[in-house]
């Protein structure tokens, strides 16, 4: 019987670089007990020692394709692309589970990747999924106007409802918002009647709401940081997701 393996995506906000640990997220890549690769080819050394677990881990797409992926989000197509050569050279191997996170512009990652893996990797009638996703998106944003839609990032990946692989959602929504000017309102999404979600509204404002987190909280970001590594954490773990937190960082 082909064994499965488990894949952990992590895709940064806009602006934000995974090992500068700016954001819970590249915090949170890190700690992830698993080989982190960057390409496909990759992936036969890990696999073929025996390995069950990758972990693959993105900048945001203004730090890789500077002002256009700051404006229009270039970059995260060529980012899920690269997910799906590993994922297509893990399921050689057996089936394969992805966990993705994405932060912001990373969440509409998250977004296009489900829509991609839905495509790529069909399911018979009856027959167990070959490939199956779960993911947290935490205030994901296009970078619209709200009237206009402009630059229409993000336009055809909003309905989820085809993807038939896709297991698990956990939605988080910080409720203060940002300034109008920066078009950062969050998108809501139609998922497949088969997937398990949950769509919370949480503390903090947007990126404030994933800085490191601290023992005795002094103002109400500190907090908001605080609660959303508890739903980060307890996300991945529920997943099957090993972690080692280092010394400094604590877990609240």
Known sequence: MKKQSLLVVFFEGTSSAVDQLATQIGIFA???????????????????RGGKTIKMAFDGCGVTNGLTGILFAAGLDGQVHKVIEVVEKMSHYGGVRVVAIGLSR???????????????????????????????????????????????????????????????VLALYPYEPL??????????????????????????????????????PQNKYETASNLSFCRIYDF?????????????????
């Open 179 to 216: 300034p109008d000017i920066a078009m950062h309102a969050p998108t809501l999404l139609d998922y497949p009647a088969t997937t398990k979600v949950e769509e919370d509204v949480t503390l903090g404002c947007h990126q404030g709401a994933l800085i490191r987190t601290n023992v005795c």
């Open 106 to 168: 990373g969440g509409i990652a998250c977004l296009k990747l489900a829509k991609k893996l839905a495509s790529k990797f069909r399911t018979e009638a009856n027959e167990i999924e070959a490939v199956s996703l779960s993911m947290l998106l935490f205030d994901p944003v296009p970078g619209n106007a709200v009237w206009t839609g402009f630059p229409f990032t993000a336009a055809f990946s909003q309905n989820l409802s085809a993807c038939h692989n896709l297991k698990r």
């Open 30 to 48: 890190h700690t992830v007990q698993a080989p982190r690769i960057s390409s496909h080819t990759e992936v036969l050394s890990i696999m073929s």
């Open 236 to 252: 991945l773990d529920s997943e099957g997701v090993k972690m080692k937190l280092p010394p400094t960082i604590h877990l609240p």
